[in-house]
């Protein structure tokens, strides 16, 4: 069948290198061939009544091993994942080290798991950020007539202690969601320089920076921004910051569109998360 060896990488990373046999490939295949006559057309036949000879001149076997993968890798990953205890907070990568016809085949699954956050002293640490932020001007009426007296100050407070946090607090970001998420961005960068009838090169020109540097500028985004939803989940967890009915009660009442409700109360899940995290900058300002 199939045997496999577990690595622990640094930052929460997952190594799983699989072998398979042969043996076990050649009964998929098998499988992954009736699969796909079940579903074959072919004149003077009815659909699903192709005799194996015929079947075999009009299912290459590049369509076998495709269909064999789609079932094969899926069962093995979720059977290793659950036995293993593993907990994927992004999809795996998946690279075949040795997959000939005919002969065993060596997988190597990289799994990113969710990152040990260590909050430190989080609570001295926005503190310290206070006191250091304060100010002693008083808002008076016809000064910045555009905002409320304490809307552009808590802004301005709240950047200053997720940048503090991103300082002092440690977690480590798999490699692998930042690689992926990097050649996810850079992918519809370029495709947005191409519809705008440009090229790489004249856009890197005109921006002043090279490909290293933006490729840097990129994944540093990418990494703090996945870095604050990990510390914000670790004090919602760690305070018991919830979202209960209530809250997405008076989300929903305030909607007056009755099919944009309906689809907003079908996504409960995703709107209980922006508002949980609402909840933990409020609480965050609030220290």
Do not use: C
Not at 18 to 43: G, H, M, P, W
């Amino acid at each position: 069948m199939y045997t496999y060896k577990i690595k622990k990488l640094p930052k929460s990373t997952v190594e799983i290198e699989v072998k398979i046999t042969a043996d076990y490939l050649d009964k998929k295949k098998n499988e992954a061939f009736s699969r796909l006559q079940k579903n074959l057309e072919v004149a003077g036949f009815r659909k699903g009544n192709v005799p194996d000879d015929i079947a075999k001149k009009h299912i290459s076997n590049e369509d076998i091993v495709r269909e064999m993968i789609t079932k094969v890798l899926p069962e093995i990953y979720s059977e290793i994942v659950k036995k293993e205890d593993i907990k994927p907070i992004y999809n795996p990568k998946i690279d075949f080290v040795k997959a000939k016809d005919g002969e065993d085949w060596e997988i190597k699954i990289t799994i990113a798991e969710k990152p040990i956050v260590d909050l430190k002293d989080y609570k001295k640490i926005i503190k310290d950020v206070k006191q250091k932020e304060r100010k002693p001007d008083i808002w008076v009426p016809g000064k910045d007539k555009d905002k409320k007296p304490d809307e552009e100050d808590n802004t301005q407070l709240l950047n200053k202690i997720l940048e503090a946090l991103l300082n002092e607090v440690k977690v480590e970001i798999s490699d692998l969601i930042l690689d992926e998420e990097l050649n996810y961005r850079l992918t519809g960068l370029v495709d947005d320089i191409r519809r705008l009838g440009l090229t790489t090169e004249s856009y890197l020109k005109s921006k002043n920076i090279t490909m290293d540097e933006l490729k840097k500028s990129y994944r540093k985004e990418i990494e703090d921004t996945y870095k604050l939803e990990f510390i914000l989940q670790e004090i919602a967890d760690k305070e018991s910051i919830k979202v209960d009915q209530a809250d997405l009660d008076k989300l929903f009442a305030n909607i007056t569109d009755e099919k944009q409700k309906q689809k907003t109360k079908e996504n409960s899940y995703y709107y209980a998360t922006i508002l949980r995290k609402q909840k933990t900058l409020d609480y965050l300002i609030s220290l």
